[in-house]
């Protein structure tokens, strides 16, 4: 079975500043990579996703991830962050068959200093 | 994408009763799915509902506590029955788009509180 490891419960990062956010999966087959965005009060949004071919994604709000099959991680950046970035960051993996539901990561709840 | 609405949005029950849960799609879609979001916790896959067929439930999910309908290829139902405190979460139901493996799209969710 696939699983989903977030490092970081929680980040804080001073607006401007660069962030990266680690996402490290486990499947035996060529895995699909996504990161969601779940603002207060709000529902998913898909960030960005990966599925094969070129190995840095890039994705909505300026943020991009890179995947890495020799360290199994698909991590989230953003090279400057804005208050409205503030928000909790799940990574997902997927078996490809399009009939299964995503295995999600706990999640890492951005904090935006000023 | 989809355009995804869940309604209620949010509801307060007493334990024992039961809360259905309804998501339309602007889209025929082939495959939805029904997640648990438990307070401050991540989402968990409840089953996943096809058109036409039985819903397929996870491990630790049954049918007779989270029976699911999808009468159609546009919306589903969840309802969540019984109800104890522990079933107070957020319930999220996504679709996956024809063609694009894996790639899920959520509805706003629903909170659900028992008392």
């Known amino acids: 079975a696939q699983s989903v490891t977030q490092p970081d419960i929680h980040i804080t990062v001073s607006e401007g500043a660069s962030l990266e956010l680690r996402c490290n999966y486990s499947?035996?087959?060529?895995?699909?990579l996504f990161w969601y965005v779940q603002s207060p009060g709000q529902g998913l949004q898909l960030l960005l996703k990966?599925?094969?071919?070129?190995?840095l994604v890039q994705g909505i709000k300026g943020f991009e991830a890179e995947f890495k099959r020799s360290q199994s991680s698909f991590n989230l950046r953003k090279p400057s962050v804005h208050w409205s970035d503030a928000a909790e960051y799940f990574c997902?993996?997927?078996?490809?068959?399009?009939?299964?539901?995503?295995?999600f990561g706990k999640g890492t709840h951005l904090i935006i200093q000023p | 994408s989809a355009v995804i609405s869940q309604k209620p949005s949010r509801d307060i029950c007493q334990r024992g009763t039961s809360l259905t849960i309804q998501c339309q799609v602007d889209?025929?879609?082939?495959?939805m799915f029904w997640y648990r979001q438990q307070p401050g916790q991540s989402l968990t896959l409840i089953a996943t509902?096809?058109?036409?067929?039985?819903?397929?439930?996870e491990s630790g999910f049954v049918i007779d506590k989270f029976p699911i309908s999808r009468p159609n290829l546009t919306f589903s139902t969840l309802t969540v029955s019984n109800l104890s405190p522990e079933d107070s979460s957020i319930y999220l139901c996504?679709?996956?788009?024809?063609?694009?493996?894996?790639?899920?799209?959520f509805g706003p969710g629903t909170r659900l509180t028992v008392t």
């Open positions: 996504s679709v996956s788009l024809t063609g694009i493996p894996d790639e899920q799209y």
């Open positions: 499947y035996g087959a060529t895995p699909y």
């Open positions: 990966y599925f094969s071919g070129d190995t």
């Open positions: 997902a993996v997927g078996t490809g068959g399009g009939a299964d539901g995503l295995t």
């Open positions: 889209s025929q879609v082939t495959m």
């Open positions: 509902a096809n058109q036409g067929s039985e819903a397929t439930y």
